[in-house]
């Protein structure tokens, strides 16, 4: 597992108040040793690079199809101490509360668990197949995830998820979007309230675009964990 320094990236059309820097870390999907990898650098730039008003902001996806999905949701339970945190919800996350949910219906069992969801069972030794196993999962864990807000906005800037719906007022955007949305997000050049900072879609490198920085990198399928270094009106890139 190779790290990596700070690398360069670009200048984007938002900008951060001076004083404010953001780590936003892509999809993690259970990929608990790349997380505390990529923990690490963060924590080295900040020491190397000290700023007033550091940030941490989680894009969500944090369970499912990985290995250790208990590992990365104990990691985000246990932040770090120098770094305030921020976890957003990824459609993942929900599905996973949804599916564990008392009253939840057969659909949403099944959804789950056609995504991945019976690695996150077994990385807490459960078993997809016994549901009364399923109570292994701590309820200090699901706590968290309900915890997670659907969006974070900060400068010109709004860190969500999946990303936006163009042409929407911020105050009518809808959850199912900001969890879910690809098109026409993702092609879309206009319409939308910030530049929006998201995970959800992987492509092989961190995408730049004027209405949308993209950072899932595939980690789950062999790709890099990517953060996002915002800062002023760059974003320069950590990865794992």
Not at 66 to 94: K, T, W
Not at 163 to 175: I, K, M, S
Not at 194 to 201: E, F, L, P
Request: hydrophobic share 45%.
């Amino acid at each position: 597992m190779a790290a990596k320094r700070l690398i360069p990236g670009a200048t984007t059309q938002a900008f951060l108040p001076e004083g404010l820097r953001i780590y936003a870390v892509g999809d993690s999907h259970g990929c608990a040793r790349q997380l505390a990898a990529l923990h690490g650098l963060i924590l080295a730039d900040l020491a190397a690079r000290p700023i007033a008003r550091p940030r941490l902001v989680h894009l969500g996806d944090y369970v499912d199809r990985g290995p250790d999905s208990a590992g990365v949701l104990a990691i985000l339970a246990a932040p770090p101490a120098r770094l305030p945190i921020i976890n957003l919800m990824g459609n993942h996350d929900q599905m996973m509360l949804d599916a564990l949910a008392p009253d939840a219906a057969k659909q949403e069992v099944e959804l789950w668990l056609a995504n991945g969801g019976g690695a996150t069972l077994e990385s807490y030794g459960a078993s997809p197949r016994d549901a009364r196993s399923w109570g292994r999962i701590p309820a200090a864990h699901l706590d968290l995830l309900r915890s997670c807000p659907s969006h974070h906005a900060a400068g010109g800037y709004v860190f969500v998820h999946a990303g936006l719906r163009p042409g929407v007022a911020p105050e009518l955007q809808q959850r199912m979007d900001m969890l879910w949305i690809r098109e026409p997000f993702l092609s879309g050049r206009g319409g939308l309230p910030a530049v929006v900072v998201h995970g959800h879609t992987p492509a092989a490198s961190p995408e730049i675009l004027p209405h949308r920085i993209g950072l899932d990198t595939g980690a789950v399928f062999g790709g890099a964990l990517t953060c996002g270094v915002f800062q002023g009106a760059r974003v320069d890139f950590l990865q794992v």
